[in-house]
């Protein structure tokens, strides 16, 4: 296999100004492998299900050559939900409930047909959990990314900087750069970020862009301008799996490859944000990230400027 992903499949409530969404299907893993979708034919999704999860996603999600083999529905059991609120500005966001419930204590089981697999996705989930996917793999993986957030850097920072430590890739927004490392500006937190064990830093600054940091080099994707907002809920899921899954399917960890795939993946997250949940994301066509694509490289194109 190439791609593996391991992350949460859930039920979100989210509001925004545009309006208000109830338990619709969400999760970083099930953001993560529709975007990476796009790029790989087949992947396995590592995740924990209640019984209370909708048949009919996971069918969408196998449609699209997402193997579930990984994927455990507990008997009587409730699936992960998160409840949030975003401020006016669509930037800020309150966590308003998080219940693990299924998540609790679950041990991951990695399928042996994933357990090869060159790129692996540590989608944001408790910590250990991320460890113990990583124990299970047989050959260290070409490429191994890792998202997270400040709700396990506040109740886990000790497992986190372990999984941190054992990765080629973080993830994170501006603020969760800051918290993990105390530093103000992103390059420093980068380099603190490095010293910790990862090559390759990705900062994502919301509807700001991304910025890369690796061996002193830096690049910077721009997010697409979008003239309305509905739900960025998963934005940053969307991308990591649109980066990993370009990624993947080109088989190529360069410098070069990984700045296409930070642009990928900021053009991917863009479509989440137009409806609530994974509905955009789930109607989406190639054609049309093809031209977002081009309209995003027209935006970053010019000549250079003579002295
Ligand atoms: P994002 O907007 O990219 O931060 O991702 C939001 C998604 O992450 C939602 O679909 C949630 O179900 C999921 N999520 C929220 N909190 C957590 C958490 N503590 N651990 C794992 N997944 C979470």
């Known amino acids: ?112 047909s994933a357990r090869d697999s060159k790129f692996v996705m540590l989608g944001n989930l408790d910590p250990s ?52 490392t105390g530093h103000k500006t992103l390059p420093l937190a980068a380099a603190a970020v490095h010293e910790m064990g990862p090559k390759t830093v990705v900062i994502k600054k919301g509807e700001h862009g991304a910025i890369m940091f690796e061996e002193g080099q830096t690049f910077f994707s721009p997010a697409m301008p979008l003239e309305k907002v509905v739900d960025p809920t998963g934005a940053g899921d969307t991308f990591a799996g649109g980066f990993i899954g370009y990624l993947a399917r080109l088989g190529d960890t360069s410098w070069e490859a990984k700045k296409q795939a930070v642009v990928v993946g900021s053009v991917m997250a863009s479509f989440t944000c137009e409806a609530f949940g994974t509905e955009r994301l789930q109607s989406l066509q190639e054609s049309e990230w093809h031209k977002r694509m081009s309209q995003m490289r027209a935006m970053v194109k010019f000549r250079s400027i003579r002295g």
Request: net charge negative; no cysteine; charged share 25%.
């Open 1 to 112: 296999m190439s791609l593996v992903t391991v992350g949460t499949v859930a039920f979100d409530s989210i509001q925004t100004p545009s309006g208000k969404a109830d338990r619709v299907v969400g999760g970083a893993a099930s953001y993560i492998a529709l975007a990476a979708s796009h790029f790989v034919r087949e992947q396995e999704l590592i995740s924990v299900i209640g019984e209370d999860f909708p048949e009919d996603f996971l069918s969408t999600l196998e449609s699209r050559g997402v193997r579930t083999n990984g994927l455990v529905t507990i008997k009587g059991g409730k699936s992960f939900f998160w409840e949030g609120s975003y401020h006016e500005d669509l930037i800020g966001r309150d966590t308003v409930t998080t219940e693990l419930n299924v998540l609790e204590g679950w041990v991951p089981t990695v399928p042996e």
């Open 129 to 180: 959990v991320q460890l113990s996917v990583i124990d299970q793999l047989y050959e260290p993986p070409r490429l191994i990314v890792l998202d997270t957030m400040n709700f396990w850097m506040d109740i886990a920072m000790e497992n986190l900087k372990k999984v941190i430590s054992k990765v080629d890739v973080l993830m994170i927004n501006d603020d969760e750069a800051r918290q993990l």
